[in-house]
């Protein structure tokens, strides 16, 4: 009964199994980045962000999503790139333990199906500014996929509302 077309299937080492996970492609400058669909609440076209006085170079300010306030990360900042974003950035909308983030990129550019058995460590050679925020790496026939660890870019951001208190009395 044992047909050879389920080769694979039944690993009997039980090592082998790979598991496909989802990631939201994006690109900035030239270097395309992932993070894991199921952090993402939406993703949206570039909205009028309000600036926060005092706030970190990775701040670029709150938006206001339909009530929710939403605190922007500047990626090209994070990762140590120029602050040139093209006209028509987009912002993808995550969850983390610490609320809603906005991850500003230049573009999103679309689902990836990730075979976890093919994730390969960071590379010594990725800038190590934006090295610490990095899960894994994913290799494409057109280069590197990027893969970004949400919690760790959360880990560095807390969202300004306690700095706002702070500053203002």
Do not use: W
């Amino acid at each position: 009964s044992n047909t050879s077309s389920s080769t694979g299937s039944n690993n009997s080492d039980g090592v082998g199994l790979s598991e496909k996970v989802q990631f939201c492609g994006f690109r900035i400058g030239n270097e395309e980045y992932g993070v894991p669909v199921f952090h993402i609440q939406e993703v949206i076209k570039r909205q009028p962000i309000s600036p926060i006085p005092l706030s970190q170079d990775s701040v670029l300010g709150l938006l206001n999503l339909r009530g929710q306030i939403v605190t922007c990360l500047s990626l090209r900042s994070l990762f140590g790139k120029d602050k040139n974003y093209p006209e028509e950035f987009m912002n993808i909308i995550v969850q983390g333990n610490e609320g809603a983030f906005s991850l500003v990129v230049d573009e999103v550019t679309d689902i990836l199906e990730v075979d976890t058995q093919k994730l390969e460590p960071t590379p010594d050679t990725l800038n190590p500014q934006m090295k610490k925020y990095v899960k894994s790496v994913y290799q494409l026939e057109k280069g590197l996929f990027v893969l970004i660890d949400i919690e760790k870019l959360f880990k560095n951001q807390k969202p300004s509302s306690e700095e706002g208190r702070r500053v203002g009395n």
